[in-house]
């Protein structure tokens, strides 16, 4: 979606005279785009992602600035490289990160997160540094709301 602004009429066309859900979304990622949306960008990303479009849902999470939705689809498309990518200053957790998060989130000490992954608190300590600065949170009580899905079974 480089030039959504020469786009977004075309594809409004397109997604006014077809039935199908791609146009459709394309058309919203363009529209969203050009509206500088974040929360558009966020929810297109969401609809790629339904649709199965993991890498269109990536840039579209990278374009609305969303930390959380775009660390999550990043990691499905690993190695990935696109121009919209190659723009974001957004940097994906690593796997390793977002499961200590994710227990940190859930309310264990470092210790128990330690303890359950056979690892160091330190290290512990670390990959919870990373996350917090990659997130840009600075407490543990701020990996709740980020982490919602994860906690509630569904990430």
């Known amino acids: 979606m480089g030039r959504a602004a020469e786009a977004v009429e075309r594809l409004r066309e397109l ?3 077809t039935t199908g859900l791609l146009v459709l979304v394309f058309a919203a990622h363009a529209e969203a785009l ?5 929360a558009g960008l966020a929810e297109v990303a969401s609809r790629f992602e339904e649709a199965g479009f993991l890498l269109h849902a990536a840039e579209a999470a990278a374009e609305s600035g969303d930390r959380v939705l775009f660390g999550q689809l990043i990691g499905a498309c690993e190695g990935a490289r696109t121009p919209a990518l190659a723009r974001t200053s957004l940097v994906p957790l690593t796997q390793r990160e977002r499961e200590v998060a994710v227990l940190a989130a859930r309310g264990l000490t470092n210790r128990r997160i330690a303890e359950s ?14 996350a917090y600065a990659k997130l840009g949170i600075a407490t543990r009580g701020e990996l709740v709301p980020l982490f919602a899905d994860d906690l509630a079974g569904r990430g």
Do not use: F, G, K
Request: a neutral charge; charged letters at 20%; zero cysteines.
């Open 15 to 17: 997604a006014s005279t």
């Open 34 to 38: 050009v509206r500088h949306d974040p």
């Open 117 to 130: 992954l056979v690892i160091l608190v330190r290290t512990v300590d670390n990959h919870l540094s990373h």
